[in-house]
């Protein structure tokens, strides 16, 4: 009897948790869907530009810090529903998620969206994207995501890390995508040394294709199983006590100033720092009571589709946020105050611990969410490279050595040139040994006779080892074991499969290094990108900061690189003020925002 009590009591205990969530991802639905109809009015009356950014998402980034990504989907549902009001209605009241309006939005019309919004009360959001056929059945947001870990020595790591920097100057970011490049070049070098014999290409793509069919699989018994719980599940409420907000069109807003309208992205942004707070603790409390499967769902992701409209990889990373959160309570009780946004809630979590916790939330409260961004950036490498997990923020002169990594990458002194530190051996030296084993692996000799052109000892250990760690889908995860195991017995005798992979991809994309152009040596210094503390753009052109119709010198310090639009419509527009010299450039950005060096004022 009591454990039956238990039971009704737990049962209950999670119906409230669950109307809570519904209630609280319905009312952020239509917060953000307000946010995306300011943002909409702003880039269509040009407000970003006006207040100094060189883009909406440049913007959004620093004053509502929120990702390029999310700004562009919530802008383009307001877009979409301006002519629907019924959505438009139904989302900001709640009556339907934001899955859901994603998906009518893309086929309903202003004579048929009642007859779409009546389909949508009766259907599931799977239910409804078959209908509308657009979804795949593979539901790849559902794969499983495995973890890689990897054990390197010292120069390993380094080359590991100028590896990076350089997919990052190429436009690759993020884990699967950096982990993918590099397997694609180390499987297109081997395939062209050795014999079609020693790696077995044909094996592999069967591998690999066999791994795909099995992924499919597994999506149609997903969508089966969750066809068979939608009986269950429709049984719950509908909608928790939520706060409906007033359905206003983006007409109304085009009266409005831009002053008005960056006040009102301001406190929309700050409503929302305090609803991912709570959205994250509840998510995380809720996962906890394995809440999903007492509620007779299939699996998490369907749970967050149908009853918060959100995508399992938006709700893993909020989840996420609320584990680190409880080990960081300031940080925590900072985005709850809306002290701080959440780009630079989710940068600090990162990198803060218990011990660093108040010096990295001091610090964000004079960056930019670039500068802060660079600067966990730089703490995360170190933490790499030395294995100390507390981190403070870096000195100035700690964040000018981790960007002189990334200018040597730029100037191709990596593969160029020897290693700056001469304890280690030069890298270069290890790309002409790799390069002449590859001309000898056509050879078809086995592993035990290849033989490199330099001394052994050029492949040789650095001290200690540092250990990687990459959170990748378990699909790449299994291309890198099976790949490494396949090449590993034609690889030289002390030449690691991290080092093969980075050589290789230096070795086929040294052609993109240096900068031989005028003022090439300021770009370098400023790492090819904009100076200015709000862009992160690569267009880069030389701007005096002195002009020089005012007897401005062509002194490197006298120049900085700004994007096109910085410095022909920012600077030359009067929408930023630059003055100071390169080393420490005072900002004046729009009416709202200055910068000194990396110190940031908001009026």
Same mark, same amino acid.
């Given at each position: 009897?009591?454990?039956?009590?238990?039971?009704?009591?737990?049962?209950?205990?999670?119906?409230?948790?669950?109307?809570?969530?519904?209630?609280?991802?319905?009312?952020?639905?239509?917060?953000?869907?307000?946010?995306?109809?300011?943002?909409?009015?702003?880039?269509?009356?040009?407000?970003?530009?006006?207040?100094?950014?060189?883009?909406?998402?440049?913007?959004?980034?620093?004053?509502?810090?929120?990702?390029?990504?999310?700004?562009?989907?919530?802008?383009?549902?307001?877009?979409?529903?301006?002519?629907?009001?019924?959505?438009?209605?139904?989302?900001?009241?709640?009556?339907?998620?934001?899955?859901?309006?994603?998906?009518?939005?893309?086929?309903?019309?202003?004579?048929?969206?009642?007859?779409?919004?009546?389909?949508?009360?009766?259907?599931?959001?799977?239910?409804?994207?078959?209908?509308?056929?657009?979804?795949?059945?593979?539901?790849?947001?559902?794969?499983?995501?495995?973890?890689?870990?990897?054990?390197?020595?010292?120069?390993?790591?380094?080359?590991?890390?100028?590896?990076?920097?350089?997919?990052?100057?190429?436009?690759?970011?993020?884990?699967?995508?950096?982990?993918? +490049? *590099?397997?694609? !070049?180390?499987?297109?070098?081997?395939? $062209? /040394? @050795?014999?079609? %014999?020693?790696? =077995?290409? &044909?094996?592999?793509?069967?591998?690999?294709?066999?791994?795909?069919?099995?992924?499919?699989?597994?999506?149609?018994?997903?969508?089966?199983?969750?066809?068979?719980?939608?009986?269950?599940?429709?049984?719950?409420?509908?909608?928790?006590?939520?706060?409906?907000?007033?359905?206003?069109?983006?007409?109304?807003?085009?009266?409005?100033?831009?002053?008005?309208?960056?006040?009102?992205?301001?406190?929309?942004?700050?409503?929302?720092?305090?609803?991912?707070?709570?959205?994250?603790?509840?998510?995380?409390?809720?996962?906890?009571?394995?809440?999903?499967?007492?509620?007779?769902?299939?699996?998490?992701?369907?749970?967050?589709?149908?009853?918060?409209?959100?995508?399992?990889?938006?709700?893993?990373?909020?989840?996420?946020? +609320? *584990?680190?959160? !409880?080990?960081?309570?300031?940080?925590? $009780? /900072? @985005?709850?105050? %809306?002290?701080? =946004?959440? &780009?630079?809630?989710?940068?600090?979590?990162?990198?803060?611990?218990?011990?660093?916790?108040?010096?990295?939330?001091?610090?964000?409260?004079?960056?930019?969410?670039?500068?802060?961004?660079?600067?966990?950036?730089?703490?995360?490498?170190?933490?790499?490279?030395?294995?100390?997990?507390?981190?403070?923020?870096?000195?100035?002169?700690?964040?000018?050595?981790?960007?002189?990594?990334?200018?040597?990458?730029?100037?191709?002194?990596?593969?160029?040139?020897?290693?700056?530190?001469?304890?280690?051996?030069?890298?270069?030296?290890?790309?002409?040994?790799?390069?002449?084993?590859?001309?000898?692996?056509?050879?078809?000799?086995?592993?035990?006779?290849?033989?490199?052109?330099?001394?052994?000892?050029?492949?040789?250990?650095?001290?200690?080892?540092?250990?990687?760690?990459?959170?990748?889908?378990?699909? @790449?995860?299994?291309?890198?074991?099976?790949? &490494?195991?396949?090449?590993?017995?034609?690889?030289?005798?002390?030449?690691?499969?991290?080092?093969?992979?980075?050589?290789?991809?230096?070795?086929?994309?040294?052609?993109?290094?240096?900068?031989?152009?005028?003022?090439?040596?300021?770009?370098?210094?400023?790492?090819?990108?904009?100076?200015?503390?709000?862009?992160?753009?690569?267009?880069?052109?030389?701007?005096?900061?002195?002009?020089?119709?005012?007897?401005?010198?062509?002194?490197?310090?006298?120049?900085?690189?700004?994007?096109?639009?910085?410095?022909?419509?920012?600077?030359?527009?009067?929408?930023?003020?630059?003055?100071?010299?390169?080393?420490?450039?005072?900002?004046?950005?729009?009416?709202?925002?200055?910068?000194?060096?990396?110190?940031?004022?908001?009026?």
């Amino acid at each position: 009897m009591g454990c039956g009590a238990g039971a009704l009591a737990l049962r209950h205990s999670i119906e409230s948790i669950d109307a809570e969530l519904v209630a609280v991802a319905r009312e952020e639905s239509g917060l953000r869907l307000r946010l995306g109809q300011v943002l909409e009015v702003m880039q269509r009356k040009g407000c970003c530009f006006e207040l100094g950014f060189s883009s909406l998402g440049a913007y959004a980034l620093e004053r509502c810090e929120r990702g390029v990504r999310w700004v562009e989907v919530a802008c383009c549902l307001a877009r979409r529903l301006e002519s629907l009001p019924l959505l438009r209605a139904a989302l900001a009241s709640g009556q339907i998620s934001w899955s859901a309006a994603e998906l009518l939005a893309r086929v309903a019309r202003p004579e048929s969206e009642a007859q779409w919004l009546e389909r949508a009360q009766q259907l599931t959001v799977r239910q409804l994207r078959a209908e509308l056929k657009a979804g795949d059945v593979a539901d790849w947001e559902c794969i499983a995501s495995g973890s890689l870990r990897l054990k390197l020595d010292r120069e390993e790591s380094s080359l590991l890390e100028a590896t990076l920097a350089l997919l990052d100057g190429l436009g690759t970011r993020g884990a699967e995508a950096q982990v993918e +490049a *590099l397997l694609a !070049e180390g499987q297109s070098t081997l395939l $062209a /040394a @050795l014999p079609a %014999s020693a790696m =077995g290409a &044909e094996e592999l793509e069967a591998a690999l294709e066999a791994q795909r069919r099995w992924r499919a699989q597994l999506a149609c018994w997903r969508d089966e199983a969750e066809a068979r719980c939608e009986p269950r599940i429709r049984d719950l409420p509908s909608e928790g006590p939520i706060r409906r907000l007033k359905e206003q069109s983006s007409s109304s807003l085009e009266g409005w100033k831009s002053c008005e309208l960056d006040a009102e992205v301001r406190r929309l942004a700050a409503e929302m720092a305090s609803h991912e707070l709570r959205l994250a603790r509840l998510l995380l409390h809720f996962h906890r009571s394995d809440g999903w499967r007492r509620l007779g769902f299939a699996t998490e992701t369907q749970y967050a589709r149908e009853r918060l409209g959100l995508s399992r990889s938006s709700l893993l990373a909020r989840r996420a946020l +609320a *584990l680190r959160l !409880e080990k960081l309570p300031r940080i925590a $009780a /900072a @985005l709850g105050r %809306s002290e701080i =946004g959440v &780009e630079a809630a989710l940068q600090l979590v990162r990198i803060a611990t218990t011990a660093t916790e108040l010096e990295w939330l001091e610090r964000a409260r004079s960056r930019t969410v670039k500068h802060l961004r660079e600067e966990v950036a730089a703490a995360l490498v170190a933490v790499r490279i030395s294995g100390e997990e507390d981190c403070p923020p870096p000195r100035s002169e700690e964040l000018e050595g981790f960007q002189e990594l990334e200018r040597t990458v730029l100037r191709g002194a990596v593969v160029k040139g020897a290693a700056q530190d001469t304890s280690r051996r030069p890298w270069r030296e290890m790309l002409t040994s790799l390069g002449a084993w590859l001309a000898r692996g056509t050879s078809g000799v086995g592993a035990s006779t290849v033989q490199t052109s330099a001394h052994p000892s050029t492949w040789g250990r650095g001290v200690g080892r540092v250990l990687v760690r990459w959170r990748i889908s378990r699909s @790449l995860c299994y291309w890198w074991r099976t790949l &490494e195991q396949r090449a590993r017995p034609w690889l030289p005798r002390g030449l690691s499969w991290v080092r093969f992979l980075c050589l290789a991809f230096w070795r086929a994309w040294q052609h993109v290094v240096g900068v031989d152009v005028a003022y090439g040596r300021v770009y370098v210094r400023d790492r090819c990108r904009c100076s200015s503390p709000v862009c992160n753009r690569r267009d880069v052109t030389p701007h005096h900061l002195v002009f020089r119709s005012a007897g401005g010198s062509d002194e490197d310090e006298n120049v900085a690189s700004l994007c096109t639009w910085c410095h022909l419509f920012g600077v030359h527009g009067g929408r930023i003020r630059a003055t100071g010299t390169a080393a420490r450039i005072l900002w004046e950005i729009g009416p709202y925002l200055r910068v000194d060096g990396r110190e940031r004022w908001v009026k």
